[in-house]
């Protein structure tokens, strides 16, 4: 048996790339794709391989409509939110892929999934309630493990 036993203060002392280092960039690559394409996705025609700004804009009547007439929030309040998601979530998502200000997009994406658990809270929806739930806790595992980032752009 080894005297000194790895643990997560020791693991990088002796290697650089540890399996901690791993298990994050794993979460990392897969949350900035989650985010690219969930924000991609919403500028996507119906049955093609095309993304326009109209097929974004028929997304936000299809989807905004459903919310802002079943819960208390206003048609002015859900288009300016969705009309941010869309592209917030795909820079957001370039940016964890890419380790660019690390913390930072990580933080950006879990609030996007609060914000949109909040939206599913009004009306109600408990399945894809907990669903986002689930999200927002890898992005929060993520912000845990980041202080073993070794492969980013920058390192804060």
Known sequence: MSENPITPENDTAKRPFSSLTFAYLLLRLWL????????LAKFKVTGEQEYTFAAFNGWISKVGSLIWENTVMTEWMVKGYMYALGPVMIIAGIMILLGVLNRIALF????????????????????QTLDLGLHLAMFVAALCLVRYNRVAITKY
């Open 32 to 39: 900035g794709l989650l985010l690219f394409t969930s924000g």
């Open 108 to 127: 950006i994406g879990g609030a996007i999934f609060v914000s949109l658990s909040i939206g599913m809270m009004l009306l109600p929806d408990p399945g």
